[in-house]
Each structure stands twice: as structure tokens, then as C-alpha cells.
């Protein structure tokens, strides 16, 4: 469970909120056949970084970013 380490509810609501954000600006760019891995992967990298946050936004970023340099170094 990528978020049981949260326990505060409001840290639980924005890292809920920040996977969600940072999956639609995502989504269309993954292969179906690979949604459900890299939305897993998307949500243990929010709850890796929400306890660095310093908001939803903060956190969308910083999720985005480091799923991107992942991404890229598996392509190419």
C-alpha cells in the first residue's frame, strides 16, 4: 500500500490529490498495456516525496519530475 505511511488525514487528502493531478497530466502519454504499473509507480513516488512537500502543487512537481527521469532512463 503505497500510502500507509501517511497517517495525518489531511497529508493523506494531498497526496491523494496529487496522484490524481499528476495522473491526468500523465495518462494519455502511457501504454495502456503499462497504466496500471506506472500509476502504482506514480503513487509510491507521491508517498516517497509528500513528507518533503511544501504543498499539493509542490508535490504534483516533484512527483512529475522524478517519474519523468525514470521513464526516460528506461527508453532510452
Known amino acids: 500500500m503505497p500510502f500507509s505511511s501517511l497517517r495525518d488525514p489531511s497529508d493523506l487528502a494531498r497526496a491523494y490529490a496529487a496522484l490524481e493531478?499528476?495522473?491526468?497530466?500523465?495518462?494519455?502519454s502511457v501504454p495502456e498495456a503499462?497504466?496500471?504499473?506506472?500509476?502504482?509507480?506514480l503513487a509510491y513516488l507521491v508517498a516517497d516525496l509528500a513528507p518533503l512537500a511544501l504543498d499539493e502543487d509542490d508535490l504534483r512537481e516533484n512527483v512529475l519530475h522524478h517519474f519523468r527521469q525514470r521513464t526516460a532512463v528506461h527508453v532510452t
Request: charged share 45%; aromatic share 6%.
Open 21 to 28: 493531478a499528476a495522473w491526468r497530466e500523465i495518462k494519455n
Open 34 to 41: 503499462q497504466r496500471e504499473n506506472a500509476r502504482l509507480d
